[in-house]
């Protein structure tokens, strides 16, 4: 299984800091990577596809970028409503497998 | 728009059944493959099965291979989850979730429902 490391575990930042999250496959996994965001008591939510693509209706302020076995994922200005935790996940190998994930928190 | 809601969830013993049921609407069911993942609690994302828009393939992680079965019924729109030989690691919110782009083998999961709880214990 391709293993995803997810760093940081946790973060706090404040109200329009850019904050960056980094991801590592365990293997080379060229562009076959997303970013979910998850608010406490929801389910998970689509942002990125495809490493830099940026799924339909979400705000420009976040981003995505890599290929390969190293991925990174930006919010540009961070918005309270940014808080939640934060999932990378490949897909091109099965079983598909996600990072550890990172809590964004606001200070 | 796109729909998933999950249901069949609830409280079991340890070496119990239980059926989950995803309905789905919005979309063309039948070209799609779907998805689920469950989320132990406090934990992370963890990939269950998946099963592709025909029925034709399904792929299940090690954990739950020849204890949980996945299935459709494209006439109803629904997605299923069998569960047997429940374990107290079961114990999970599970979501379904379908895949981008109509037709392929296997993909990402782009639409997730808002999940289902199953609670193993004795």
């Known amino acids: 299984d391709i293993q995803m490391t997810q760093s940081p575990s946790s973060l706090s930042a404040s109200v329009g800091d850019r904050v960056t999250i980094t991801c590592q496959a365990s293997?080379?996994?060229?562009?076959?990577l997303n970013w979910y965001q998850q608010k406490p008591g929801e389910a998970p939510k689509l942002l990125i596809h495809?490493?830099?693509n940026l799924e339909t209706g979400v705000p420009s302020r976040f981003g995505g970028r890599g290929s390969g076995t190293d991925f990174a994922f930006t919010i540009r200005s961070l918005q309270p409503e940014d808080i939640g935790t934060y999932y990378c996940?490949?897909?091109?190998?099965?079983?598909?497998?996600f990072g550890q994930g990172t809590r964004l928190e606001i200070k | 728009q796109v729909q998933l809601v999950e249901a069949g969830g609830g409280v079991v013993q340890p070496g119990g059944s239980l059926r989950l049921s995803c309905a789905a609407s919005?979309?063309?069911?039948?070209?799609?493959?779907m998805h689920w993942v469950r989320q132990a609690p406090g934990k992370g994302l963890e990939w269950v099965a998946f099963?592709?828009?025909?029925?034709?393939?399904?792929y299940y992680a090690d954990s739950v291979r020849g204890r949980f079965t996945i299935s459709r019924d494209n006439s109803k729109n629904t997605l299923y989850l069998q569960m047997n030989s429940l374990r107290v690691e079961d114990t999970a919110v599970y979501y379904c979730a379908k895949i981008s782009g109509p037709g392929r083998d296997y993909y990402y999961m782009d639409v997730w429902g808002k999940g289902t709880t199953v609670t193993v214990s004795s």
């Open positions: 919005g979309f063309t069911f039948s070209y799609y493959g």
């Open positions: 996940h490949q897909y091109n190998n099965l079983p598909p497998t």
């Open positions: 099963i592709r828009y025909d029925e034709s393939n399904k």
């Open positions: 495809d490493a830099s």
């Open positions: 293997q080379n996994i060229s562009n076959y």
